[in-house]
């Protein structure tokens, strides 16, 4: 069974901390996505990869940055943690397009709550 | 920017009848793909249904139907025969032919009554 694996289900943290939330997929996808979701605003995509080491911005890169160190992981920081970050992140991997209608396969989220 | 918009916060829907959701988007591109997810409780995202935008016909997955306008820009979601199982978020998502990264509307949550 192919799988999206984000490691923490349930974060506190506190504000003006470093965060790691981390997303390891096992399907050898070469695309990997964060999103956060919020309420009203469905998922906003902060940050994608198309391959190892590389990264590009998405809607609402602020306060936000990612590594890609090996393919099957991707990691989202969060440099200085602010309450305004309180948020559920989906990571999310897909297949190279080249044309084809793939979906993504998500992770089951990270509510990440900053106090 | 592409955006997709969802006009229904929440629905509801008694069991084993039939429900509508809506989605429209902007776009001014001429290929690309659009997507119905569905997020349940346990918050795992779950493929329901894609169409890509150069098939006219619409796509059908059981119990779950699409209506594709093209021209229009809508994208809405027919559930026939309503389950409690269907009781989720929904989200309607698009994505260009040649790129890889999607954009999601703001959802609706479906109820469905016993």
């Known amino acids: 069974d192919v799988k999206v694996t984000q490691s923490s289900r349930y974060l506190v943290k506190r504000t003006g901390e470093k965060v790691f939330l981390e997303c390891v997929q096992d399907?050898?996808?070469?695309?990997m996505f964060w999103y956060r979701q919020d309420p009203g605003l469905g998922l906003r995509l902060i940050y994608f990869?198309?391959?190892?080491?590389?990264?590009e911005k998405g809607d609402i890169p602020e306060g936000y940055s990612v590594s890609r160190e090996k393919k099957e992981r991707f990691s989202l920081i969060l440099e200085s943690a602010s309450t305004n970050q309180t948020s559920m992140y989906l990571c999310?991997?897909?297949?190279?397009?080249?044309?084809?209608?793939?979906?993504?396969?998500f992770g089951s989220g990270t509510r990440l709550t900053v106090v | 920017a592409q955006t997709v918009t969802q006009s229904q916060p929440e629905m509801s829907v008694q069991e084993a009848e039939t429900v509508t959701l809506s989605c429209t988007y902007d776009?001014?591109?001429?290929?690309?793909?659009l997507f119905w997810y569905k997020q349940p409780p346990s918050r795992q995202m779950i493929l329901v249904i894609r169409?890509?935008?150069?098939?006219?016909q619409n796509a059908t997955e059981n119990r779950f139907s699409v209506n594709f306008q093209k021209a229009a820009k809508s994208f809405s979601l027919k559930i026939s025969d309503s389950q409690l199982g269907d009781a989720a978020m929904y989200f309607c998502?698009?994505?260009?032919?040649?790129?890889?990264?999607?954009?999601f509307g703001a959802g609706t949550r479906l109820t469905v009554k016993p």
């Open positions: 776009t001014s591109e001429s290929d690309y793909y």
């Open positions: 990869s198309y391959d190892v080491k590389m990264k």
């Open positions: 399907m050898d996808h070469e695309n």
């Open positions: 169409q890509e935008a150069y098939k006219q």
């Open positions: 999310a991997s897909s297949l190279r397009t080249g044309g084809a209608n793939y979906g993504y396969t």
């Open positions: 998502a698009y994505r260009r032919r040649s790129n890889n990264d999607m954009r």
